[in-house]
């Protein structure tokens, strides 16, 4: 559980490609292959395709009981619904306004945490003050910590500086559980440049923050991009600390999704239902598929968050 | 004489060289340490107080806001004959032990068919691993509708004309778990498959010319050679599963809200209701503290064992 058992470089291996035994030709077990992957991969897409279908049917069409079946006629009233009208209790704003709070804590969340994590790696390299071991262990230590076990702490200390249930509160919250991660990502990538760099950098009479500007932060592009993913996903994805600090004018999507669905009130429509589930999907989803193979890199280094 | 004299400039120019030279280090450890003040913050702010504190209200009878009347153990007590956190710790247990091993065994499996040299590798990893990107509020919203006993699959393939086919394990106190369980790997296996795809692509491509040359079936290789090389990729895995095991909070909420009755709550649940809507907060942080217990213990014997090997290293020097 140390940190270098934490950073397998999985996503760099992962891209070499396969190494096993040697296929033959087109043999019974490789048909066996394909038939057991296909299967497999009909297992995961099948949720999507249940979302997709339903989100598009009507509600009479819903009670017919054909879950997998592609609706008779299309309608999209109920991704309209899901997005301006559906009711979380008395309010009937749809998603809207939780889709523009979850865009304005991610952005936020993400720029501030991954700041703050970079500064730390950097630090942690290359200006090991005197306790910084112990402070990145505690990190580390962090990271395997349930939530549950400081979030009323949190909660109080919030409420102290008047922070709790605002919108500054909501990012300070995602910053500290972003920070054992993202510190270790750029730690570990900090470390493995050459020090020289550094030492020629010291000799011309940078200091820290010169260095960090104009040498480290260049070089740390591609290690950013994996944060910046990490970090997105993660924190559009956060239910627990939005609905706990997030506060109702900044209740995230998520959290929005979660009353919409789970509202006692009325008639379900499970085609709204549906169709707010899949809006509240896909950013993330669409960061997944842009980023390919960089989504791979961010899992192996973050999966820990989880 | 003259010679002296630049000698003792020299030694004049290099300390006081040497004394601003300290003098900027010095500045910029101060820096340092600037710079990192929300680490210093988060590191004993968060992860050394506000776990002390936690510890420390565990012993209060704290309600809704923090009191300091110490009362002993009385809260330990108390949350052990509580009916909800015994159900809780079964659960942890059983959804844990299923759902850690459901998740490494196919996400062997899957690595291991994914590392047989097939067409279209990436497709299958994109869609093995999309689901990981959706928060677990979704994947608990979307296998609630398709376990749904009157819409779901269950009525749907009952539709079909198997008529007695029953598929709807969130309906039932006994069964409700097992849905958990399969919403749970549907969400996490890929990356699993993706670690252990990675611990499989590192190991030696000679070890398989080595087990071919003396005859051993592909599944034995597999099995019995390769299994105990990844143990770094097994361990990696086998860690976050736990970690998420223990954290696991969005999914109940969202597929079955800790029911039917109290049959599917988790420890996570159990704390965050004691600190909210149920407005006990001594009991709550009993309950945080048994959480972090094993977490603890788990560390301390990484550590030990981590210490041996390297005391062992030392004197075999």
């Given at each position: 559980m140390t940190a270098e058992t934490l950073s397998v470089p999985a996503g760099s291996r992962l891209l070499e490609g396969p190494r096993g035994a040697r296929p033959k030709k087109l043999t019974l077990s490789r048909v066996g292959i394909y038939a057991f992957l296909v299967l497999a991969a009909l297992f995961f897409l099948m949720p999507l395709w249940v979302m997709v279908v339903t989100s598009l049917k009507t509600m009479p069409e819903i009670q017919l009981r054909q879950i997998f079946a592609w609706p008779r006629e299309i309608t999209f009233e109920p991704w309209l619904k899901a997005w301006d009208t559906a009711c979380t209790g008395r309010d009937c704003n749809g998603l809207k306004p939780g889709f523009w709070n979850s865009v304005r804590i991610t952005a936020v969340g993400t720029v501030i945490s991954i700041i703050c994590a970079a500064l730390n790696g950097y630090a942690l390299s290359f200006w090991r003050y005197k306790g910084a071991n112990i402070l990145f262990g505690l990190l580390v230590f962090g990271a395997f910590v349930p939530y549950q076990v400081v979030i009323y702490p949190l909660i109080i200390g919030l409420r102290e500086i008047g922070l709790f249930a605002t919108f500054p509160g909501i990012i300070i919250v995602h910053t500290i559980f972003g920070m054992p991660i993202l510190t270790l990502l750029f730690r570990n990538f900090f470390a493995s440049l050459p020090v020289e760099l550094f030492k020629a950098a010291r000799v011309d009479g940078a200091g820290f923050w010169q260095i960090f500007f104009q040498i480290m932060v260049p070089m740390a592009v591609p290690i950013t991009i994996v944060a910046v993913i990490l970090q997105v996903t993660g924190i559009w994805n956060d239910f627990l600390f939005g609905t706990v600090f997030a506060g109702r004018p900044n209740m995230p999507m998520t959290v929005q999704l979660n009353n919409i669905v789970n509202t006692t009130t009325g008639v379900r429509e499970y085609n709204v239902h549906m169709a707010a589930t899949i809006l509240t999907a896909a950013v993330p989803l669409a960061v997944y598929f842009i980023s390919g193979k960089w989504f791979v890199r961010g899992i192996a280094a973050g999966a820990v968050k989880g | 004489m003259a010679q002296l004299a630049t000698a003792n400039q020299d030694a004049a120019t290099a300390a006081s060289g040497g004394r601003t030279k300290r003098k900027a280090f010095r500045m910029s450890t101060v820096m340092a340490v600037l710079g990192t003040t929300p680490m210093i913050a988060t590191a004993?702010?968060?992860?050394?107080i506000c776990i002390i504190y936690s510890f420390v209200l565990s012993f209060t009878s704290s309600r809704i806001f923090p009191a300091f009347d110490f009362i002993g153990t009385a809260q330990y007590e108390r949350l052990w004959s509580t009916g909800r956190w015994l159900v809780s710790v079964n659960n942890i247990w059983l959804f844990g032990v299923l759902s850690i091993a459901a998740n490494m065994t196919v996400g062997f499996l899957l690595a291991v068919f994914m590392d047989q040299?097939?067409?279209?590798e990436d497709l299958f990893r994109s869609i093995f691993l999309y689901p990981f990107a959706m928060s677990l509020v979704i994947t608990g919203l979307v296998w609630r509708w398709i376990l749904d006993p009157n819409y779901g699959i269950q009525a749907t393939v009952q539709g079909w004309g198997f008529t007695d086919f029953s598929f709807a394990?969130?309906?039932?106190a006994e069964t409700a778990i097992y849905g958990l369980v399969v919403a749970g790997i549907w969400n996490g296996v890929g990356v699993t498959m993706a670690i252990m795809l990675a611990g499989l692509r590192g190991i030696d491509a000679e070890i398989w010319k080595a087990a071919k040359v003396d005859g051993i079936p592909t599944w034995r290789t597999y099995l019995f050679i390769v299994l105990p090389m990844m143990r770094g990729a097994l361990l990696t895995a086998f860690i976050l599963q736990c970690v998420g095991v223990v954290r696991v909070y969005d999914l109940i909420v969202a597929m079955?809200?800790?029911?039917?009755?109290?049959?599917?709550?988790m420890p996570a649940v159990f704390v965050i209701q004691h600190i909210t809507d149920r407005s006990n907060v001594g009991l709550g942080m009993a309950a945080a503290t048994m959480m972090l217990l094993p977490v603890v213990v788990l560390l301390a014997l990484q550590a030990l064992i981590q210490w041996r090997a390297n005391r062992a290293k030392e004197a075999a020097k």
């Open positions: - | 004993i702010g968060v992860f050394v040299r097939i067409k279209q394990p969130l309906v039932r079955t809200q800790g029911g039917p009755g109290i049959a599917t709550q």
